[in-house]
């Protein structure tokens, strides 16, 4: 098939190249010129403006955004005019699916398609395919279905799960699936991106855990502020964590891949030294917890973890100090003051 | 009565002028000659040893300990040996109820016998009254309740619980309270404490909440790691932290003696800048949630307040780090380098 | 002044009664013509239609709604129409604070005025008198004052903070206070009602850890699937929780509003046996965290509570079963099947 | 080598098939007849007493406990009088890591060996291996390498991390680690259960959203306990999550040998009926939430994993209670009576 990329930063430039290795064709466009030129250099048709992104491409126009989130709306704007009636937009990016909802209601009244696909994968999607969840009409998602199939990683990437051979394959063993109507895929990708804190998050605090085993044979102080450690001598492990995390990988059941990754950052670094533990967090876990409260569906472990990144870049300063004026105010506490 | 006080700490000095103030007679005696002569001065007997300590106190002898947990055993073994059968020890300061379990069977061995008091209060219990949570044997509580009744509150300190009229009073209603055998008192003490880290926290998050309430109005960048604020509009408030709390003390569910202080706390510095947000954390809180495991019973908000306090102080910056690194290596995401 | 005021529930009805006591006059409509009756009876003038209601009131009126927040746009949208510009309505419910900015500006280009009122004091406002916090323009907050300081709790009902003396009075320690702008009064309220949950489960989680501190006592089987308890003898407490909380009232930390009324409860029936343990929430707990994700602020207890509530209700079971489910598939786990 | 068993449940005798598979004689007893039995059938050695056991077993003896932790105390003190110093004992099971450090000291007297074990792998560890993590004298270890080895994951089980092919090997890539004196084993495994809670807890919450996410379709009731959901159009999806599970199993973030397991029980039964949700947990999350509150680490994620687990069990029905108490109290909320 032919399709149109909008957005050439590195998740769109690899999809553009993942797609094109399988014979797909491609026409990009991005405001930095840098970027289509490196793309045409390995085979891609360019477009130096939007005008002629779409004139490049043929009815009926199947075109692909993958830029930030903040800009999908902008760039919506500026394609919608220019389209003809059963053309197709595909957000491929991170957007909030309510957005998803209210934005294919907008197209479908000027007679065009839009479909939500969120993509995981990061910077190895290139190599080893992106995962795509996928929201919409089915006739839209069935005529794209080539593209989808090109850019999932292939079904033996992983082994089959027992019990699927009985059934109709489905695509969900294909790497991509079409989960439900407009906003189903980005809906599922927040719930996925909410589970990637989660699951994150366990990994950090139980190799904190382990970091800190050997708080037994450290000075601490003693005094009425502080309670002192009862039994020292229970906490002098000094553990390797590269190599726990390396065992781990083999046979045990918290085996995956964010672990695999991590026993590698652990390798090379096992102090972390060169990270300063500010944590970003882009939408979705925030989403994923919000959609929670609607749903009156306990969350307790993905807010802790969304809550955590909130604290590690200094959020939550106001309220310790609130903490510290209460101590110094009932208790005399002297807390250190700044 | 006559009470021998050890430990002339903030505590220890004005729990001895409120028995003072009340009739008692008190003997005093810290490893500080300063803090023995300040209270000599108000009318105390002071003891410059530990011998001459007992020598001042006639039979059967009742010891206040008011000394830093960690010194508790350390005094225990040398004040022992100088007593004689049907002496009584009394641990007011925040001992672990594990520990008095043990010292209260000790002590027995000897003779001897062994009240644990948990006093709330603070830096207030001079003017106020001590609120005390008392575990051992019942006779040996009520030997010494003229004590207890003298450093608690009065009863008229807070409106009659309707209802209680109607039954014997008891001496709940009296600010001091025999909750069991030993070690019953701090056990109360202990999950009292937990509460407190609890309803800390809950003003402190909501008034951190309030205080950022205006961040539609600063500027927030938007890019593939942030995602924008929806609706920064609904984000513009300046709230007066110090009315709102003064407003709270009259007529709303959240009145309580802690917001009293945070009232006067944001009355005299609404930013609070002279804090530095490190909040200590003495014990209790922690034994409050390893109760709650053994026992089986969840304590998510206890848990999270505990916590909190540890990542004030910094303790979560290797999960930090470790959630760093994994994002940089599944997505490329440039934290932030040191 | 003369107010109008729609929707005699406990909350309107009882505040139509506070204001008559201080001399207001009330016209008052509800769709059941029985709670008109009934305050009629009491004094007041009662209106058996909107027609009615509005003619009865003098401009520039001064309406209140007292309705469940679903029911308000309704009221405003009956209202409106019938009022004339100068007129003010005043949302006294428990709207989200989002509706109000809407209300207000909508309102605005009708010439009519908008104060959103959050109240605490549920229940006991007609006697102790109900906290206010109020949003809107200043010079409307100002003219309504007269009916705001009656609805208020005096300002003796809480002993000054020290401090305040030196200083402008302010309203805040006349039990209300104009919070900001359009939806001001509400958001105060919303983040009060979070704190709220906050402290009710810290009470709760460290009352039932009292509760079960004999779990020592009782049998618990030790197999692969369960840990035993390693010291059974620390846990063989049977506390006395009316007394512990009654104590607690006097002197102590944790000393609060909401702590009287657990005491009492606590006092009637030690084992609450006539609740089901299914606990509401209202909206403003919810608002509160979704509030604190939007400004990235850590609000680790104010979430844990209000899941605590969704799991109380069973809405956590579906995760529970995957837990099952995993267990099972990983460890042959025989989960108790249903 | 030649290896006693004890102990032969699930574990232990999939131990011993896999330890005979590669070639090691294996002398096996257990309380069970039967059980011993079935071994001796595919090659095992069997005792039928204990003084049977030991005398089957040439000196030096490696003899590997694989009881309930409860159990294995017991163990010891029935086996240590009938050996000779030099032999070894491996306690394989879920020892707590503070036992291994007091019997490693204690067997050290008299001229015993201990190892502590940590393995992992659950039902699926004959056909896939155990992962192993190992704590005692470096020079035991070394000398029961062949066991480890043999009961160890091939290397080839997972691809190998980069950057691991320029060092040494050590023994992580193999499967099995040595990792620190004592009790380091169970250490290390108490922390890889904790994380093992947080990640099940992470998709558990995560797949309960997606399944929740049809709330706008169903009839919620408006009234003032209960804020309506404000955008019901929002929660229209009825989600497939066995074929999510499935997807995500292909280039997403949230691989893992869990979701692998997720996608085949949510294949054979997308709802669980069969599952009640009441979920066990058997002492290492317990132990790693002390753990970290010693350590003074925050573990905001692992602690509420643990918590849901008891809530699941209806341990936090007493605390639920106290909150309907409170809501009575304070707002005449009419908490559905029992």
């Known amino acids: 098939m032919k399709l149109g990329m909008i957005g050439l930063g590195r998740m769109g430039s690899n999809m553009v190249r993942r797609l094109m290795g399988a014979g797909h064709a491609c ?4 405001r930095s010129p840098e970027a289509v030129e490196a793309l045409v250099k390995e085979g891609a048709e360019g477009a130096s403006s939007m005008d002629e992104f779409v004139a490049k491409l043929p009815g009926p126009r199947a075109i692909w955004l993958m830029v930030p989130a903040a800009g999908v709306d902008a760039a919506i704007d500026d394609l919608a005019p220019r389209l003809a009636p059963g053309d197709t937009l595909i957000d491929g990016g991170n957007s909030y699916y309510v957005d998803d909802i209210r934005r294919a209601k907008q197209l479908a009244s000027l007679g065009l398609h839009y479909l939500d696909v969120g993509t995981s994968g990061g910077v190895w999607g290139l190599e080893r395919g992106y995962c795509q969840m ?9 005529r794209l279905e080539p593209i989808f199939a090109s850019l999932a990683p292939p079904m033996a990437s992983s082994p089959r799960t027992p019990g699927r051979e009985k059934r109709e394959p489905g695509t969900a063993e294909l790497g991509y699936l079409h989960c439900g109507s407009a906003g189903a895929g980005h809906f599922v990708k927040m719930v996925h991106n909410g589970i990637e804190y989660g699951l994150m998050a366990s990994y950090a605090e139980g190799l904190s855990i382990l970091r800190h085993a050997n708080v037994g044979t450290k000075p601490r102080e003693a005094d009425a502020e502080t309670t ?30 964010l672990l695999d990754l991590t026993a590698q950052a652990l390798l090379e670094e096992p102090d972390l030294a060169g990270f300063a533990g500010r944590v970003s967090d882009s939408g979705e876990g925030r989403w994923t917890v919000k959609a929670a409260i609607d749903e009156s569906v306990p969350a307790p472990v993905l807010s802790a973890a969304l809550y955590q990144r909130f604290s590690s870049r200094g959020e939550g300063d106001y309220a310790d100090k609130v903490l510290s004026a209460m101590r110094h105010a009932f208790g005399g506490h002297a807390e250190r003051k700044v």
Chains 1, 2, 3, 4 share one sequence.
């Open 27 to 30: 026409v990009v466009f991005d």
């Open 134 to 142: 996928i929201g919409g009409e089915p006739e839209t998602f069935h």
């Open 228 to 257: 002192p450690l009862r039994d020292p001598e229970l906490y002098a492990y000094d553990f390797d964590l590269g190599a726990i995390a390396e065992v781990w990988r083999r046979g045990s059941v918290v085996a995956s891949w």
